[in-house]
């Protein structure tokens, strides 16, 4: 039976998925399973995206880039009569940067912010990492326990996100509302009155780095201002492209580390015989967070654009929809990861799984995320014997998996 006949099953014996219900965004995984095996490539009724959650189909749609653009052109939207699709491509005329473009743009974007990235650099900035966690744990532990959503798993991965551009720490507060705006805005559970709000944000983010774009032009310094002030001198990438990268990376660039911080800390303060290996042996951190990675998946998928007519799993696709490559349910597919719903220190694949993406797209910030979850969880062993977890509220959003709150008891 093909794809294609079998999501007419949920029409049949088997309700189809309400993937907005409360209940799904908040433990997405059993609707992932449902898909997975009923309909792999799913077509969201009354609108033209299709999520596609086998680990299998997610890489082929990754390779096929001729088919399925990276350029981001649609964002989900609730209105009376239900969801619908929000033109965010500008009708073709926006302009594609970083995780969003194609090559050969996306190549030579990535080749600006690279020398930012780079695992030597990121390195040598791990001891500026653990004193600012140590100074975020100082000024939101009130004695008994700490929201780790808000005092660390936020502030922390945007705070060097924001060091590394050139943006000072004063800042940062108003730039977390930003960001998450703009994820927000992707996360297909917003309603259309809400849409002015976002693209507010949107507009003031974007106005917030083009000034400090202009004033790094007066005096650019070492850091990623400075690098893209000298490199649109040089012609190599305009000042409009310049400033939409620092846009993206302000807008994605902590959200990842964000979630994974979030999540690695809520396993730990619900698995007392999992915090007492890792105290006892803090090599197993590192495995820890990979597998969290896969377990939990920061992103929950990213969207691709369907470049021409064309199938995938023998689903049928028209020019112009879209399909969102489920990572947290392809890290979850039994036909790569046993026992997926377990989390598990050494599976022998362990690092196969899709969190930060796959083939070119690979995440470039991957290597300062797995660093500062590695500081944060060490942190959170080491200042505590025992954390419990006393309440917890996931963002509701089909795009991201992070907390909103995480209150724990230390």
């Not at 189809?16 to 009923?38: C, E, G, I, K």
């Not at 990535?110 to 780079?118: A, D, I, M």
């Not at 620092?246 to 979030?262: K, N, P, Y």
């Not at 719903?341 to 083939?359: I, T, V």
């Amino acid at each position: 039976m093909t794809e294609a006949v079998e999501i007419d099953a949920f029409a049949g014996g088997e309700s189809a998925p309400d993937v907005f219900a409360p209940a799904v965004l908040d433990d997405p995984y059993p609707m992932y399973a449902r898909l997975r095996q009923h309909a792999p490539v799913y077509r969201i009724p009354g609108t033209d995206f299709h999520l596609v959650s086998t680990v299998a189909l997610v890489a082929e749609a990754v390779a096929r880039t001729e088919d399925f653009s990276s350029n981001l052109t649609g964002a989900l939207v609730h209105g009376p009569d239900g969801p619908s699709t929000f033109d965010v491509g500008g009708g073709g005329r926006a302009v594609h940067v970083l995780a969003t473009a194609d090559d050969p743009a996306h190549a030579a974007h990535r080749t600006l912010v690279l020398p930012t990235l780079v695992a030597k650099r990121i390195r040598a900035l791990e001891p500026q990492v653990r004193g600012l966690a140590e100074q975020l744990w100082d000024a939101g532990r009130d004695g008994r326990g700490i929201d780790w959503a808000a005092s660390i798993a936020d502030r922390l991965p945007l705070t060097m996100v924001a060091r590394l551009i050139g943006l000072p720490d004063a800042d940062v507060p108003q730039l977390l509302a930003w960001s998450y705006d703009s994820t927000e805005m992707l996360g297909g559970v917003i309603a259309a009155a809400d849409l002015p709000r976002l693209a507010r944000s949107a507009v003031e983010l974007t106005g917030y780095l083009h000034a400090a774009f202009q004033r790094a032009q007066r005096d650019p310094g070492e850091d990623l201002l400075g690098d893209l002030v000298r490199a649109s001198a040089e012609g190599a990438v305009t000042e409009d492209v310049a400033v939409l990268m620092l846009v993206q990376l302000v807008g994605a660039g902590g959200e990842s580390t964000a979630g994974l911080i979030g999540s690695a800390a809520r396993a730990l303060a619900t698995r007392p015989g999992l915090q007492t290996r890792l105290r006892a042996d803090t090599d197993l951190i590192a495995p820890f967070l990979d597998e969290m990675l896969r377990f939990e998946s920061p992103f929950r998928g990213h969207h691709r654009h369907v470049a021409c007519d064309t199938t995938l799993g023998g689903v049928p696709l028209t020019e112009g929809d879209h399909l969102m490559l489920l990572w947290g349910s392809a890290n979850r597919d039994p036909a790569v990861f046993e026992d997926p719903d377990e989390l598990r220190l050494h599976r022998p694949n362990l690092k196969a799984h899709l969190a930060f993406g796959k083939g070119t797209h690979f995440c470039v910030g991957a290597a300062l995320a797995r660093m500062e979850a590695r500081v944060a969880v060490r942190l959170l062993l080491d200042r505590s014997d025992h954390v419990e977890l006393v309440d917890a509220t996931w963002a509701p959003s089909l795009f991201v998996r992070r907390h909103t709150e995480l209150l724990l008891s230390v």
